[in-house]
């Protein structure tokens, strides 16, 4: 089916991303296995996307599932830009982060404030918080074109909307130096 909106967005111009939502493990079926997201992942560039993304949706990944699911990515599907989204639930996201980025990654999925989560994935927290991601990178020496006290006023403003404080922690901790 995915093929089939894949080849719909196409012929509208559209640019085309599949996301593979439970790439690191589900949260009613356990432990996902590699080689069959892997062949998920094949068919999906068969498709002819533009982008494949995998998702730790419910945060249960680890930067060694990182570097294997990257590797075996590279592997069925060649230079097909990938992309990863990971949540903080199990406090990995951002290691899983760093891991990716080292195995060449350039874009990740984020939330400002780190808010998000999934609705089907019980206790499931929010996505990485951009915030803190920016800073991480920044720090790591990677450019990310986003100016840290321009996003960082929106944490707040989500905090506000909530009525309840954002998981992320550099808007509490403040930039350095």
């Known amino acids: 089916m995915a093929g089939e909106v894949v080849d719909a967005a196409r012929a509208q111009g559209l640019a085309t991303t599949i996301t ?3 790439a690191f493990g589900c949260p009613f079926e356990g432990e996902v296995d590699p080689a069959r997201v892997a062949e998920v992942a094949r068919r999906c560039a068969d498709s002819g996307v533009q982008e494949l993304c995998l998702a730790d949706t419910v945060g249960v990944g680890a930067p060694g599932q990182v570097t294997d699911l990257t590797a075996r990515m590279r592997d069925v599907v060649g230079e097909l830009p990938l992309r990863f989204h990971f949540h903080n639930t199990r406090n990995t996201g951002f290691a899983n982060a760093y891991a990716a980025v080292a195995e060449g990654v350039d874009v990740l999925d984020a939330s400002a404030g780190g808010i ?3 609705p089907f994935a019980p206790k499931a927290t929010g996505n990485i918080a951009t915030d803190d991601l920016v ?3 920044e720090r790591m020496g990677h450019r990310t074109g986003i100016n840290l006290s321009t996003l960082l006023p929106t944490a707040a ?3 506000e909307q909530l009525g309840h404080e954002v998981p992320a922690l550099l808007p509490r901790a403040g930039t350095f130096p």
């Open 157 to 159: 403003f989500l905090g």
């Open 135 to 137: 800073y991480m990178l």
């Open 116 to 118: 998000g989560g999934c």
């Open 20 to 22: 593979l939502a439970t």
